[in-house]
């Protein structure tokens, strides 16, 4: 088994294990929910394009430290400093170096907790998941003040039948495990201490196949260019990005947060 790891006198934000053709990559700030911040989103996508480029990488498994939490989403306490969640030039990567980082090798969410927010955006950008029975699914940004900005709004509607996504996207609500999976958004639910090993154990089937005719049957399934691009995901982009920045400047969103830390009812005033 090799480790990747940077030279820092702190752990590292993601951690990265290559073993029998499976790359497993953690998030690793258990601290913080494994919330994702710009070291994370480097360690990351660079993983992401470790794995794609080395011939003996099949599959990718995606998980996070600790028991608390998969991944929380963006760092909120960071960007209250003022500091960047997504490292500059590397844009296109999106949230944690992964949600616009398709590649042609599989990849498996191993969500080892809540993953709302962001977290579920994770776990939409994955070709496949196995789920802890502790887990919880949604989008709550609604309730913030926000959008989601990393794919979700378009994916969930995707993913999911139309109207159990749009009450999902316009409530704010969460789901949990085992109603995600009679929903078809994961395809395993396990015990917490079993998530990992499930997911290997599903990487290790995956890998044992042929794996020019894997990565044809994902790109082939997805709609996927050889260099990434899902070009039926164009305008979902295009609209969140052309939508974003206003919903970011506006009263609402710094009114979200605020009540939220505050720990009461926002006060919406619809600008």
Known sequence: MTTVQPETTTAPAALTQVRDGIMVITLNRPEARNAVNEEMCLLVGDALTQAEQEPAVRVVVLTGAGDKAFCAGADLKALSRGERIIPAGREAWGLAGYVG????????????????????????????AVAADTATFGLP????????????????????????????????????????????????????????????????????NAPLAVQAHKQI???????????????????????????????????????????????WQGR
């Open 101 to 128: 980082h398709a590649i042609s090798k599989p990849t498996i969410a191993a969500v080892n907790g809540p993953a709302l927010g962001g977290g579920t955006e994770l776990v939409l950008a994955s070709d496949l």
């Open 141 to 208: 940004e609604v309730k913030r003040g926000l959008v989601a900005g990393a794919g979700g709004a378009f994916r969930l509607i995707a993913k999911l039948p139309q109207t159990v996504a749009m009450e999902l996207l316009l409530t704010g609500e969460a789901i949990t495990a085992h109603e995600a999976l009679a929903l078809h958004l994961v395809n395993r639910v396990v015990p917490a201490e079993q998530v990992l090993s499930t997911a290997l154990e599903l990487a290790a089937t995956i890998a044992g």
């Open 221 to 267: 399934a997805l709609g996927q260019t050889p260099e990434g691009d899902r070009p039926d995901e164009r305008a979902g982009w295009e609209s969140t990005s052309r939508l974003l920045p206003a919903i970011a400047r506006s009263e609402d969103a710094k009114e979200g947060p605020r009540a939220f830390a505050e720990k009461r009812q926002p006060v």
